[in-house]
């Protein structure tokens, strides 16, 4: 992503694993997009809110999830805030594994996807696709 960005692009990062972020640092140092990316170590809902109340809503093009899945709903709703109208939101694990279609899996993960899966759906601040690619992917458009 951060390679596919303009020079003057930012891609906002956010994670809480010191250890696998140092690793990614590394990549990005030697791919030469480590000055586009701006990583924030902490949960990821303070971030986002951080964001929100900093740069603003409707001021991103594009987001990301793929964290911890009971938080999924949550990110979704603060990252269509954040998304300007006509930016797209893409959330990765979407069919989780095939367990969102079991009826008969019931854990807090499963539950949380399938939950958003039918949220997005239905919703109507949002033009919406499931990509059955790798684990599902999610992908869905801010409307006006
Ligand atoms: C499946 S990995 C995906 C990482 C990255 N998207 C990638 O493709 O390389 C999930 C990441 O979510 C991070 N994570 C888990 N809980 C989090 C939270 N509450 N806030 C921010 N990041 C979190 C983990 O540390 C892990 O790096």
């Not at 990062?13 to 701006?38: M, P």
């Not at 269509?80 to 989780?96: E, H, I, P, Q």
Request: glycine residues 8%; hydrophobic residues 40%.
């Amino acid at each position: 992503m951060a390679s596919a960005l303009p020079k003057d692009g930012k891609l906002v990062c956010c994670d809480v694993s010191e250890e696998w972020t140092d690793i990614a640092c590394r990549y990005w140092k030697e791919a030469g997009i480590l000055q586009r990316i701006e990583l924030h170590l902490a949960p990821a809902l303070e971030t986002l809110d951080g964001l929100l109340r900093g740069d603003g809503a409707g001021s991103f093009d594009f987001a990301f999830i793929d964290a911890d899945k009971s938080n999924y709903d949550a990110y979704y709703e603060a990252c269509l805030d954040l998304l300007r109208t006509g930016g797209v939101v893409a959330l990765d694990n979407m069919l989780w594994g095939g367990e969102v279609a079991d009826p008969d899996v019931h854990d807090r993960d499963t539950d949380a996807l399938r939950a958003l899966n039918a949220k997005i759906r239905d919703d109507k601040r949002v033009d919406a696709c499931l990509m059955t690619v790798g684990d599902g992917v999610m992908v869905a458009r801010k409307r006006a």
